[in-house]
């Protein structure tokens, strides 16, 4: 078995936030950061597996602060955790306004990635070498994330969905139920 230093397959992008990439309110858009956290999400996995790797799942992604054109946004990303052919890769994502130097934190999101070898298999990956406290607490949050996810899943399947056991939870809701 292989393991690996968290350190060895970081990824940091720093990329200036052109007028092109803005909305129509002028804000930098949203899929042009989910676009950025994508490729380093891959090239950090892809470096740590030293395979091509695919996108399976992305954790919810937070919008905290809205992206001005002329800032410099940075994404930080680092493997979290390490399955047998999945990895969770951790992305950051900061901007900075670059004449008074205020760094604000925009967004911190999950992908999973999965990866892949020629023949487009899924591949074993290396381990994970955790050799920190925080490197050992980013992985365990892994873990619970995932088994969270599984069990919401779970209870939201068709075949055991309970109707009536929802239906007065939707009188507080912005619904009209008209089964
Ligand atoms: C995601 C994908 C690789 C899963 O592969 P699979 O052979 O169907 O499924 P498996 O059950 O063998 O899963 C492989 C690994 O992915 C993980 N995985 C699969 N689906 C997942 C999901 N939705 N969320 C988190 N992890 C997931 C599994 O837990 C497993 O992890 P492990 O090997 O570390 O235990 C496959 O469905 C795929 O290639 N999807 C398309 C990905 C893609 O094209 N992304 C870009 C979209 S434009």
């Not at 892994?142 to 109707?163: D, G, M, P, V």
Request: proline share 3%; hydrophobic share 35%; net charge positive.
């Amino acid at each position: 078995m292989k393991f690996i230093p968290i350190e060895a397959s970081q990824v940091t992008l720093t990329q200036l936030m052109l007028p092109s990439y803005s909305n129509f309110s002028g804000k930098i858009h949203g899929g042009f950061i989910l676009n950025l956290m994508d490729q380093v999400a891959f090239s950090c996995a892809s470096r740590h597996s030293g395979h091509y790797s695919v996108t399976a799942s992305v954790n919810k992604v937070d919008f905290l602060h809205p992206i001005e054109v002329g800032e410099l946004v940075t994404l930080k990303s680092s493997v979290n955790y390490t399955g047998r052919t999945s990895m969770v890769v951790g992305v950051r994502v900061e901007s900075e306004n670059i004449k008074t130097g205020e760094v604000k934190h925009c967004n911190s999101s999950y992908f999973t990635m999965v990866a892949k070898d020629e023949e487009n298999n899924n591949v074993p990956v290396p381990g994970l070498l955790l050799d920190t406290e925080e490197s050992v607490r980013r992985y365990v949050r892994s873990i619970y994330r995932q088994a969270q996810a599984k069990e919401r899943n779970k209870s939201f399947q068709k075949e055991n969905f309970i109707l009536k056991d929802h239906l007065d939870e939707l009188k507080n809701h912005n619904a009209k139920v008209m089964l």
